[in-house]
Every structure is written in structure tokens, then in C-alpha cells.
């Protein structure tokens, strides 16, 4: 674990009654007219099916919905960005634009290049992402 890191993990996240702003878990747990945030609104390309028409009837996922779900890249990206906003991991070490990065070139190529001549996998990026949390 990287030093001065105290993130949870997708499981922690799943399990906590609140979440940092501005990011809602759910409806029990939002602002006034706030609703769970969803993965769309945060990562692209988004987690929602089909493509074309009847794509943006689809609301997609939410967040909490994909720290349950089997894609775990798609898990640890949510519980690193849930961590980086709660102040649990510090920019020097994994900031918002590189989670979202990391999802967005592992979304499109299956693999994430963190420097030129290095390409990790889903599972080199999972161990990547733990490495920032307790709690993995």
C-alpha cells in the first residue's frame, strides 16, 4: 500500500452509510432533489447498453450499482474516485483525471499504459487501484 493512502475499497464503499460530496449513494442518502449518481455522469465511455436510439433513455448505472458489479475494473475506478474526493488519497499519489483516465483507455483497448512502453492489464490495474486502499 502506498504511503499516507487510507481508501476503501469496493466493498467499504458498498457498505458505507454516507459518501463524500458531490457524489450520492443513494436515495436515503441525498441532498434535496439530488439522486444516486451514476457511472455515466463520471466515466467515459459509460457502463449503459446498446448504442444509438433508446441509449439515452437509459440512465445507465449507478455507482453504487457498479461497486456490486462483476466488472472490477469498473469497481476499483469507482472506489478510487470515491476515495480521492473523501481527501483518502493524496493527489500526489492518484489523482481524479488519471482514474478517469484509466478507465476510459482500459474501457476502449483493454489495457492502460501508465508510461510509454508499459501496458497493464485489468488485473495489473485492479492491483494498481488496491494498492491505494486498507481496505481492498
Not at 433513455?57 to 475506478?77: I, S
Not at 512502453?117 to 486502499?133: C, N, P, R
Request: proline share 8%; glycine share 12%.
Amino acid at each position: 500500500m502506498y504511503g499516507n493512502c487510507t481508501g476503501k475499497g469496493p466493498e467499504g464503499w458498498e457498505s458505507a452509510n454516507s459518501w463524500p460530496s458531490p457524489y450520492c449513494k443513494g436515495p436515503d442518502n441525498c441532498g434535496p432533489g439530488q439522486s444516486a449518481s451514476r457511472f455515466n455522469e463520471y466515466f467515459d465511455p459509460d457502463l449503459r447498453q446498446g448504442q444509438g436510439q433508446g441509449k439515452g433513455q437509459d440512465p445507465g448505472p449507478t455507482l453504487l450499482t457498479v461497486l456490486g458489479g462483476n466488472n472490477e475494473v469498473a469497481k476499483y475506478v469507482v472506489a478510487a474516485l470515491l476515495n480521492y474526493a473523501a481527501g483518502s488519497v493524496p493527489a500526489t499519489v492518484l489523482r481524479e483525471s488519471t482514474i478517469k483516465h484509466i478507465w476510459s483507455e482500459f474501457a476502449t483497448t483493454a489495457a492502460f499504459t501508465p508510461m510509454p512502453g508499459a501496458s497493464w492489464s485489468q488485473l495489473e490495474i485492479v492491483d494498481y487501484l488496491k494498492s491505494t486502499m486498507t481496505s481492498a
